[in-house]
């Protein structure tokens, strides 16, 4: 029978019942009672196994807040989390489609097209935009004010210093790149800067380009057919001022 109120696990202080039963019968089996009615990624293992890791997540929320309320278009909702499409919207950057740059989000929410009448992606439009004669450009891609914009193109900018001088956080890195915190560009960013933050742990960015051996890494590119259309790609080599 449910509860008069929701009853929260007390190891995690993250999932919520309606009743005791159903707190019991989550813990052991993937799909509880009344399951049905939430996001199937919630209940999609049992909770015994995933109970460590939310606590761990609800642990570092403070430390993930922080982080986000340092840019003034950031918005933390009333339980605390941020919406990263209702962000987008604000900004006018939400949607699909070639007119929304590197923003488009046309291929990962393929659960939004029996709502709106479209016909779901096939395997062949996977990457396509990247086969077109003409590629984004920086104000194509990013869609934002010229000072929000991380260049590529750094002809008549002045380049940030080299080898990279920024710690591993936002702020620094916007300052490194002359970026004001206006700039929306770490919603996209985070992608590659998480990659060179492996790298860097993984000792592959020496402090000094020119000394120690040289060292190989081996990637496996898992479901390459659809990332690949999100690949902000340019026809010149890559450094680190992509980033």
Known sequence: ?????????????????CSAECQKIAWKQKNPPHSEFVPASVFKTAHKKECARLKRLVDETPDVQNVLEQFPWA??????T???????AMLGLLGRGREFG????????????KYDGLTPPTAGDWGKNLLESKLYGDRDGWKLPDAEIPWLDLTDRQKPSFPPSFEHNWKSYYDWRGLPLSSPAC????WPLSVYRLLYLLGFVPDNLHTGSRMKLLVYCIGVEVRSICIAFRPTPMNFFNL
């Not at 029978?1 to 019942?17: F, V």
């Open 1 to 17: 029978m449910p509860t008069p109120k929701p009853l929260q696990r007390s190891a995690c202080h993250c999932t919520k019942y």
């Open 75 to 80: 918005r933390r909702e009333s339980d605390g």
């Open 82 to 88: 941020f919406c990263y499409d209702l962000a987008l």
């Open 102 to 113: 590197w923003w488009t989000q046309e291929i990962f929410r393929i659960a939004d097209y």
């Open 187 to 190: 919603l996209l960013l985070h």
